[in-house]
């Protein structure tokens, strides 16, 4: 039939009048579900971070926790992107991030689930009933579900609108065929699906616009099946985006992402027909929110549990196709788009700290060759190191200073002001090999001095405990990186706890070495009476590095409870400073 000019300016005039409700309620779905997922991030991010740590290791652990990360931040595009960031920054690997993923999509299911609700009449109450409890919350955390509270009312409000302007047009013969034409076939209904995701970067908000629309009775069963299938492909966009701003590692947990949906598309859109079969066969009601939220579930369990077995092979797929360039990690870790996520930041920090501590390993124990040997190389090797130590410093530094400009919880105070510690410690330790123990050394080089047997015993008794120190302490800011703070790991807390006990007695050591040097220089032995000065000031040096190293393992044993940036047992300079 044709379609006539009346009925143009009919829907025309639908569009003016009732379209409006349809946009709004859509911006408000998404401005809450917005705020939501910001909100539940900013008080529980540092705790999604810790158990996504702990949890990757497993593909089940990792998946679940995923699917935990999506039902609680009510994105999986921002569980996703999490997983690209805590890739990027060395806290996932590849083949830990995929299982997350995977969950993430499945915990959509909970969130789909939620907006089936109607509960459209009782949405302002619930919004109101939010303000409240934030008006009122004397606590951070109860502001946050008040805001949280706040925002699903506004999802629900959203919601109700979006009907109430679709109602009108199941009457328009030009809407019913624009909208047929549309969803008709699978193959429309999901390129249009993944286009509408991809821009507003919400799934969620998607279904629930297929939602108003299905309820007018003109989208078929297969038709619905190609949006749900469009919407997953859809969420892969935000976070290829997300991996192109923090390097090549993150790009890879983007792409192996959007190869593992790619993939189960490709399997499921000529299925199409026989998923809507079986969703009637189960009398899923695809006129209702309800049968739409099942349906979903159908499609996105058929989308996971066959294709997730062979996530390991969408890994390594983004591993040859993407290949790694020299120092991406290094040089992306401590990206600016990791700042806004003050735990994340933190987190990534710690990593660079562990790799300064893994310089001052190379440093210390590199120090028994450098006072002996009768060579500038080793000297000169331990100055270069310390300029590398020192801008590294720097640049954490800074970046922690940004992270923490904006407003952060209490978790994320403490983290960031233990790793601040740390990194002064680490500093520290940085210039006192270089400018104490390398000056040392071209003195006794100058001289032509040597050590005595007894003195060079000392040196390298205290030289090989600090050793062992930075690589406890090395190990235990990688895990504190996954797991935070305190190390928990076993061997690693034993490690430190020993060297806490023997810096305690270092002072004790100390005199020991300088009595039995004295007591080598009253008798006269040549070489005591040579370095005499060079070994007293040498030994002065690792007094304060085992000092500085104790601290350190001190804060990864038992973080300070603290709000501020201020050791809790006595009065620190600022950490900011140098």
Same mark, same amino acid.
């Given at each position: 039939?044709?379609? *006539?000019?009346?009925?143009?300016?009919?829907?025309?005039?639908?569009?003016?009048?009732?379209?409006?409700?349809?946009?709004?309620?859509?911006?408000?779905?998404?401005?809450?579900?917005?705020?939501?997922?910001?909100?539940?991030?900013?008080?529980? =991010?540092?705790?999604?971070?810790?158990?996504?740590?702990?949890?990757?290791?497993?593909?089940?652990?990792?998946?679940? %926790?995923? %699917?935990?990360?999506?039902? /609680?931040?009510?994105? !999986?595009?921002?569980?996703?992107?999490?997983?690209? =960031?805590?890739?990027?920054?060395?806290?996932?690997?590849?083949?830990?991030?995929?299982?997350?993923?995977?969950?993430? !999509?499945?915990?959509?299911?909970?969130?789909?689930?939620?907006?089936?609700?109607?509960? &459209?009449?009782?949405?302002?109450?619930?919004? &109101?009933?939010?303000?409240?409890?934030?008006?009122?919350?004397?606590?951070?955390?109860?502001?946050?579900?008040?805001?949280?509270?706040?925002?699903?009312?506004?999802?629900?409000?959203?919601?109700?609108?979006?009907?109430? =302007?679709?109602?009108?047009?199941?009457?328009?013969?030009?809407?019913?065929?624009?909208?047929? *034409?549309?969803?008709?076939?699978?193959?429309?209904?999901? +390129?249009? #699906?993944?286009?509408?995701?991809?821009?507003?970067?919400?799934?969620?908000?998607?279904?629930?616009?297929?939602?108003?629309?299905? @309820?007018?009775?003109?989208? /078929?069963?297969?038709?619905?099946?190609?949006?749900?299938?469009?919407?997953?492909?859809?969420?892969?966009?935000?976070?290829?985006?997300? @991996?192109?701003?923090?390097?090549?590692?993150?790009?890879?947990?983007?792409?192996?992402?959007?190869?593992?949906?790619?993939?189960?598309?490709?399997?499921?859109?000529?299925?199409?027909?026989?998923?809507?079969?079986?969703?009637?066969?189960?009398?899923?009601?695809?006129?209702?929110?309800?049968?739409?939220?099942?349906?979903?579930?159908?499609?996105?369990?058929?989308?996971?549990?066959?294709?997730?077995?062979? /996530?390991?092979?969408?890994?390594?797929?983004?591993?040859?196709?993407?290949?790694?360039?020299?120092?991406?990690?290094?040089?992306?870790?401590?990206?600016?788009?990791?700042?806004?996520?003050?735990?994340?930041?933190?987190?990534?920090?710690?990593?660079?700290?562990?790799?300064?501590?893994?310089?001052?390993?190379?440093?210390?124990?590199?120090?028994?060759?450098?006072?002996?040997?009768? #060579?500038?190389?080793?000297?000169?090797?331990?100055?270069?190191?310390?300029?590398?130590?020192?801008?590294?410093?720097?640049?954490?530094?800074?970046?922690?200073?940004?992270? &923490?400009?904006?407003?952060?919880?209490?978790?994320?105070?403490?983290?960031? /002001?233990?790793?601040?510690?740390?990194?002064?410690?680490?500093?520290?330790? @940085?210039?006192?090999?270089?400018?104490?123990?390398?000056?040392?050394?071209?003195?006794?080089?100058?001289?032509?001095?040597?050590?005595?047997?007894?003195?060079?015993?000392?040196?390298?008794?205290?030289?090989?405990?600090?050793?062992? +120190?930075?690589?406890?302490?090395?190990?235990?800011?990688?895990?504190?990186?996954?797991?935070?703070?305190?190390?928990?790991?076993?061997?690693?807390?034993?490690?430190?706890?020993?060297?806490?006990?023997?810096?305690?007695?270092?002072?004790?050591?100390?005199?020991?070495?300088?009595?039995?040097?004295?007591?080598?220089?009253?008798?006269?032995?040549?070489?005591?009476?040579?370095?005499?000065?060079?070994?007293?000031?040498?030994?002065?040096?690792?007094?304060?590095?085992? !000092?500085?190293? !104790?601290?350190?393992?001190?804060?990864?044993?038992?973080?300070?409870?603290?709000? @501020?940036?201020?050791?809790?047992?006595?009065?620190?300079?600022?950490?900011?400073?140098?």
């Amino acid at each position: 039939a044709m379609i *006539s000019r009346t009925d143009v300016k009919e829907l025309v005039n639908d569009l003016f009048e009732e379209e409006a409700l349809v946009i709004g309620g859509l911006a408000l779905f998404l401005y809450a579900m917005h705020e939501i997922s910001r909100t539940l991030r900013r008080a529980c =991010g540092g705790v999604f971070r810790q158990v996504l740590g702990k949890f990757a290791s497993s593909r089940l652990l990792g998946a679940s %926790a995923g %699917a935990l990360l999506s039902v /609680s931040m009510q994105s !999986s595009t921002g569980a996703t992107v999490m997983a690209v =960031g805590m890739a990027a920054a060395g806290l996932l690997t590849l083949a830990q991030a995929m299982p997350v993923i995977i969950g993430a !999509s499945v915990g959509t299911i909970v969130t789909i689930h939620v907006i089936a609700f109607d509960l &459209a009449n009782y949405a302002l109450f619930i919004a &109101a009933f939010g303000v409240v409890v934030t008006l009122a919350a004397r606590y951070r955390l109860w502001a946050y579900a008040g805001r949280t509270i706040f925002g699903f009312g506004l999802i629900f409000f959203g919601m109700g609108l979006m009907r109430e =302007g679709m109602a009108p047009l199941e009457h328009s013969r030009l809407a019913v065929g624009v909208i047929e *034409s549309v969803t008709g076939g699978a193959a429309q209904a999901f +390129a249009v #699906s993944a286009v509408f995701t991809a821009l507003v970067q919400s799934s969620a908000a998607t279904v629930a616009l297929a939602m108003t629309v299905a @309820g007018s009775g003109h989208m /078929s069963a297969s038709g619905l099946v190609g949006v749900m299938l469009g919407t997953h492909i859809g969420t892969t966009i935000a976070p290829f985006v997300s @991996g192109i701003g923090v390097g090549r590692t993150g790009l890879r947990v983007a792409f192996a992402s959007f190869l593992y949906k790619a993939v189960a598309a490709v399997v499921l859109l000529p299925l199409a027909g026989v998923l809507a079969t079986a969703a009637e066969r189960l009398h899923f009601d695809v006129t209702e929110p309800r049968g739409i939220a099942n349906v979903f579930t159908l499609v996105t369990l058929a989308g996971a549990l066959p294709f997730a077995p062979f /996530s390991r092979l969408y890994a390594k797929a983004a591993e040859v196709l993407i290949r790694e360039r020299r120092g991406d990690v290094s040089r992306k870790r401590l990206n600016p788009a990791l700042t806004a996520e003050p735990y994340a930041a933190a987190s990534a920090v710690m990593l660079e700290a562990a790799d300064i501590a893994a310089l001052l390993w190379e440093s210390a124990a590199s120090i028994t060759p450098a006072l002996f040997e009768f #060579s500038s190389v080793e000297l000169e090797r331990l100055e270069n190191r310390d300029e590398v130590v020192d801008a590294k410093h720097r640049a954490a530094i800074e970046f922690l200073r940004e992270a &923490a400009a904006g407003e952060i919880t209490a978790r994320e105070t403490r983290k960031i /002001s233990a790793v601040l510690y740390i990194l002064r410690d680490l500093e520290a330790m @940085g210039d006192l090999i270089s400018k104490d123990i390398v000056p040392i050394g071209y003195r006794r080089l100058n001289a032509d001095k040597s050590f005595g047997m007894g003195d060079m015993a000392s040196i390298r008794r205290f030289s090989g405990g600090l050793v062992s +120190a930075l690589g406890a302490i090395e190990r235990g800011l990688r895990l504190a990186a996954v797991s935070g703070l305190p190390v928990a790991d076993g061997d690693v807390s034993r490690r430190l706890a020993e060297f806490q006990e023997r810096a305690a007695g270092v002072a004790g050591a100390v005199n020991e070495a300088q009595a039995a040097h004295f007591s080598a220089l009253a008798r006269g032995v040549p070489e005591a009476v040579a370095a005499d000065s060079v070994f007293v000031d040498a030994v002065a040096a690792f007094r304060q590095l085992y !000092s500085l190293a !104790s601290d350190i393992a001190g804060i990864l044993l038992n973080p300070p409870e603290t709000t @501020g940036f201020f050791h809790p047992a006595e009065k620190r300079r600022e950490p900011w400073a140098k």
